[in-house]
């Protein structure tokens, strides 16, 4: 059975990114984090592969988007505010 690995939900809002819920190994690491109020859509960065001695490498996956908007409105909010990764890389 393959191990899940680290994951790092983010909830992009009007107002900017809002951190969700970290998961490793399958499980919640802090708190669970419910969906903001007003989320636009929530990305979920996953851990792809693990180097020893070398920065590891994640990707980005959209698991929700908000139905009442048009994937035009919603890339508008995405191009003012910068994936938190990418605003403070590692």
Request: hydrophobic share 30%; proline share 8%.
């Amino acid at each position: 059975m393959a191990k899940e690995k680290p994951s790092q939900e983010f909830h992009l809002t009007p107002r900017g990114w809002i951190s969700g819920t970290c998961r490793e190994f399958g499980e919640v690491r802090g708190n669970h984090v419910d969906r903001p109020e007003g989320t636009i859509e929530t990305w979920l960065e996953e851990m792809v592969v693990h180097y020893l001695h070398c920065a590891d490498i994640y990707s980005w996956r959209l698991t929700w988007s908000d139905p009442s908007m048009t994937e035009t409105e919603r890339k508008k909010v995405r191009e003012r505010f910068p994936r938190p990764s990418e605003e403070f890389p590692g």
